[in-house]
């Protein structure tokens, strides 16, 4: 099902047995599994208001992103399109009203160029995909993705796992100010990893779990929580692409998260996420972190308790928001997650674009057009 070994309810730590070191590009498999179980399924595509794709794009280019050719990264994509563009149900609306998930961040589908050494597959690129809409960990510049989050460590089967885990959480004693789980990335200049982990070991308020190569403590989910668990703040600066998952395993453990580029977040999970980052979020500048303008420890001390307290009660209630329940188990009740805020936000989508091409507004090129300021640093 998409969500890797159990992790056992080690002394009593964890909620329920919902909970399994699930890998972080597993999203395909569990979403797929999670729409099997979604209650307006119709087998009549007429009826239908929106068409899931179940292509597990990020396994099959995943196979592929080293020393393979690009026609062996592009040969499913190619396959799949032209499958799709011969449905009776594509001609409804040519395919704006198909969308498919991806596992991995969407820059590993938007290859711009057919040399070898270039990264990714050209899947979204093709022209029948920018009809089509991409749900994925990492959305790209382009107005037909959209983020949804990562998969976290915890899948309930029932309402009351996640709400037990929502009260241990406001009750958690917080012993760290902050804290990061994480590798620097000293081969890159302009990314702010070793600064955070300076200033982090600096700092007696401060929890570093270390992930260099070969370091197990990252590989531990338990491990992870734990840390997570026991801090007010976790920070969560860009790796290798502007998102992380730590993001997710962070708010699901009730610490409010860091960020330091809107692109981690801010102009991503927006179906998810409240609209105003203030209330679930710190910010600060990486920019700030690159000119020794802003010292974490003393940013983050001079927010106010009551502000403190606001936000960690606004980080607690988004936790149903950002997790995946249990696809083995009977359908959650009266909690809404991550699934089903993704299919709502994409129904809505489709039927927008659907009025909009009954009043002879054609979406066109528009649909998939280039957004070139969205991760735009804000300024000052």
């Known amino acids: 099902m998409g969500l890797g070994p159990r992790i056992h309810n080690s002394k009593g730590k964890l909620v329920g047995n919902g909970w399994f070191a699930t890998n972080q590009f597993s999203l395909e498999v569990i979403f797929h599994n999670r729409m099997k179980q979604y209650r307006c399924l119709t087998n009549d595509s007429s009826l239908a208001s929106a068409i899931f794709v179940p292509f597990y794009a990020g396994l099959d280019v995943g196979r592929y992103l080293w020393d393979y050719s690009t026609s062996v990264r592009d040969a499913s994509p190619l396959e799949l399109v032209k499958w799709l563009s011969r449905r009776p149900e594509w001609k409804a609306m040519w395919g704006r009203d198909h969308f498919l998930v991806g596992g991995r961040i969407a820059w590993d589908f938007r290859r711009l160029t057919d040399n070898n050494s270039d990264w990714g597959s050209k899947l979204m690129f093709l022209p029948e995909s920018k009809n089509m ?6 959305s790209g510049s382009w107005n037909n993705e959209q983020a949804i989050p990562y998969p976290t460590y915890f899948h309930p089967s029932k309402d009351s796992e996640v709400f037990e885990w929502q009260r241990r959480m406001r009750n958690r ?10 590798a620097p990335r000293s081969d890159s200049k302009d990314n702010i990893r070793d600064m955070i982990i300076n200033q982090c070991r600096s700092s007696a308020a401060c929890k570093l779990v270390s992930c260099y190569n070969g370091a197990k403590k990252c590989d531990d989910p ?3 929580m734990k840390v997570f668990e026991a801090s007010v703040f976790c920070l969560q600066p860009s790796g290798d692409s502007y998102t992380r998952r730590s993001t997710f395993d962070s708010i699901l453990a009730g610490c ?5 580029h809107p692109g981690s977040a801010y102009v991503q999970y927006l179906w998810h996420f409240p609209n105003t ?3 679930y979020s710190v910010f600060i500048s990486e920019n700030d972190i690159k000119d020794q303008k802003a010292i974490i420890n003393e940013t983050l001390l001079r927010i106010p308790k009551h502000q403190v307290v606001a936000m960690r009660k606004e980080v ?5 928001r950002v ?4 696809p083995m188990a009977p359908r959650l009740e009266t909690v809404e997650d991550a699934f089903d805020i993704a299919v709502k936000g994409m129904l809505d989508k489709v039927a927008k674009i659907r009025r909009d091409m009954k009043e002879g507004k054609d979406p066109g ?16």
Do not use: H, Q
């Open 133 to 138: 809409t991409l749900l994925s960990i990492e």
């Open 173 to 182: 004693k917080r012993r760290y100010l902050f804290s990061f789980a994480g």
């Open 222 to 224: 338990l491990n992870v």
């Open 256 to 260: 409010i998260p860091v960020f330091f």
């Open 277 to 279: 980052p203030s209330k």
């Open 316 to 320: 607690i209630r988004l936790i149903p």
């Open 323 to 326: 997790i995946y329940a249990n």
């Open 365 to 380: 090129v528009a649909f998939s057009e280039l957004n070139g300021r969205k991760f735009d640093m804000p300024a000052g």
